[in-house]
């Protein structure tokens, strides 16, 4: 069937890094929230098989009996797999450990690496099948749909890359910062030279940011001199609320929003709208 011409289809955004503990997962539940606080309608896709950003939004286990393994192999479409969160305007499409086995069994599968998008094209534009009892803020279309990827470049990962518009990467403020980025970005290459043309980086955000430690601003000077404007001017600092906040089953912002953690990804979810914006309105190629 035809896409409804009147409903623009929304940014596709992953969170990639292969390398574990670099704040992938917090930014996706914190980024999806920030986003829909200021009134965007999102979906995050966890498209890891621990589940963290499952967990950290407070979807029990038991609750997730259609998850994301399911739709990628295709026996069931993403908008049976998603629920809401306790933030108004926020849903996810959970995951759960079968997606460990998702990689061999999609090996001999046709269209492997686009079963994300396949899934994601065909979705109703709000997430939610016509029959389902929607709030009037669920029966909006989605604006944004924020894919967190496991630490590795698996099929999962080369699954979210040809799903997605833009790539968002976090770098932990650490000594060995850009260690593997250049792999990263090689994927990045591969990927659009192969399945997904139009893929574009959206930036670079610095996490974990210890102002009190002399090697943070040290890393962030070299990030930057490096990256250039890539880099957003927002930097997410340590803060112990956000890695606090998923033990309770609640984004940080939810936990204590006034924080130095929750403030600031505010400010980044104001400057992704603002790079977004640019895009958009620039001229066609
Ligand atoms: P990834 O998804 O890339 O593996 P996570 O988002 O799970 O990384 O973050 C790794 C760990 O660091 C988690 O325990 C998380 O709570 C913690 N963490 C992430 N960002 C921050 C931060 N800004 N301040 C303090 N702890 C953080
Ligand atoms: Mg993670």
Known sequence: ????????KPRVLVLANQ???????????NLGTALAAVGERVLIVD??????????????????KISTYDVLIGSAVIEDAIVSTQVPGLDVAPST????????????????????????????????????DASPIQSQPYSYVLIDCPPSLNLLTINAMTAADA??????????????????????????????????????????????????GQVAEDVRAYLGDKVYKTVIPRNVRISEAPSYGKPALV???????????????SEIIQREQKLRNRPAA
């Open 97 to 132: 450990m079968d997606l460990l086995g998702a990689e061999l069994e999609l090996a001999s599968v046709a269209r492997r690496s686009h079963r994300l998008r396949d899934a994601l094209n065909r979705m109703p534009p709000a997430g939610r099948a016509p029959e389902r």
């Open 47 to 64: 498209l890891d098989p621990q589940g963290n950003a499952s967990t950290g939004l407070g979807i029990d286990r038991q609750a997730r």
């Open 255 to 269: 936990y204590d929003f006034r924080c130095s953690g929750s403030q600031a990804y505010m400010r980044l979810a």
């Open 167 to 216: 790539i968002l990467v976090p770098l932990q403020c650490e000594f060995f910062a850009l260690e593997g980025l250049s792999q990263l970005l090689r994927t990045v290459e591969r990927v659009r030279s192969s399945l997904n043309p139009k893929l574009e980086i959206q930036g670079i955000v610095l996490t974990m940011f210890d102002k009190r430690n002399n090697l943070s």
């Open 1 to 8: 069937q035809m896409p409804d011409q009147g409903v623009k």
């Open 19 to 29: 390398k574990g503990g670099v704040g992938k997962t917090t930014t996706a539940i």
